[in-house]
């Protein structure tokens, strides 16, 4: 097999687990071609136009859907791009998926269904939400509100998450197989600033609003209605309790258990992420 037929693609190669994925095999020494907007060439889901450069010689790509499996129009679009890739001479496939989400579960029928090998990663939210994402910002000014209230999830960390990409992508023994990804414990929203509040020394507040509340706050920003219509599927329907309970995916795909919540907290605090100086 040329070094062609063994350049790995990472789709949302910037992302959260992306970015991740890309560093660790770029360490390993492995080719990589990462699928993102300003990547060379470049990747976007909505211009099919993109695809074939991107997957051309690839032996096995990961694929991280934006913004959501949930969005409509994303099963077509993922059952496109995996019949290119089959067509193309891809041989394996690693999807990101997501718990609880009935429109992620079609497009790991779409994958699963493809003929060629398959992995699934069926992860929970991630902690790194409150890190690199949209959370970010409020536990900065010291509250985050959010429609949700006494539901527990069990944060996943997006490095384990990576791991079990690489090493789905690079070794034996994972094809046909659904890892669900989680923590080894399940916290509440408001037990997850707790912890952070604890490990930077701040006063951070969390408030449970109504979901018609937060609907008009996202309104008065002028997000984009889809977007709106997507936060408020994962937070009043994904986050109902049906993924509160912990799995054991992290070990079975990796050999040792989950990163706990904590473990994060505390490398993101040390980081200086969260801002310090307001003592509790």
Same mark, same amino acid.
């Given at each position: 097999m040329n070094t062609a037929q063994q350049t790995l693609l990472v789709l949302g190669a910037t992302g959260k687990t992306g970015r991740r994925i890309t560093q660790r095999l770029e360490a390993a020494g492995l080719p990589v071609r990462q699928g993102s907007r300003d990547a060379n060439p470049p990747f976007d889901w909505e211009d099919r136009s993109t695809w074939d450069a991107v997957i051309d010689g690839v032996h096995a790509a990961y694929i991280s859907f934006q913004p959501d499996l949930a969005v409509p129009g994303a099963v077509e679009t993922i059952q496109a791009?995996?019949?290119l890739a089959v067509k193309s001479g891809v041989?394996?496939?690693v999807l990101l998926s997501g718990r609880g989400e009935v429109e992620a579960q079609q497009a790991e029928r779409v994958v699963q269904d493809s003929g060629i090998d398959w992995t699934i990663l069926r992860a929970s939210w991630?902690?790194?939400?409150? +890190?690199?994402a949209h959370f970010l910002e409020p536990i900065v000014q010291g509250e985050l509100a959010l429609p949700?209230?006494?539901v527990a999830e069990p944060f996943v960390d997006a490095d384990d998450i990576?791991?079990?990409?690489v090493a789905a992508l690079t070794q034996p023994g994972h094809t046909g197989q659904l890892y669900e990804l989680t923590g080894p414990r399940a916290l509440t929203f408001a037990d997850a600033v707790t912890e952070i509040a604890r490990a930077t020394h701040r006063n951070i507040e969390f408030v449970a609003v109504p979901a018609h509340a937060y609907r008009q706050a996202m309104e008065q920003e002028q997000l984009p209605p889809a977007l709106i219509d997507l936060v408020l599927y994962l937070f009043t329907t994904v986050l109902d309790g049906r993924n509160t309970p912990v799995t054991d995916g992290v070990l079975r795909a990796l050999g040792r258990p989950a990163r706990d919540f +904590?473990?994060?907290v505390q490398r993101t605090a040390a980081a200086g992420i969260w801002g310090k100086g307001r003592t509790m």
């Open positions: 791009f995996t019949d041989r394996k496939l991630f902690c790194q939400n409150f +890190s690199e949700v209230g006494q990576a791991e079990c990409a +904590s473990d994060y």
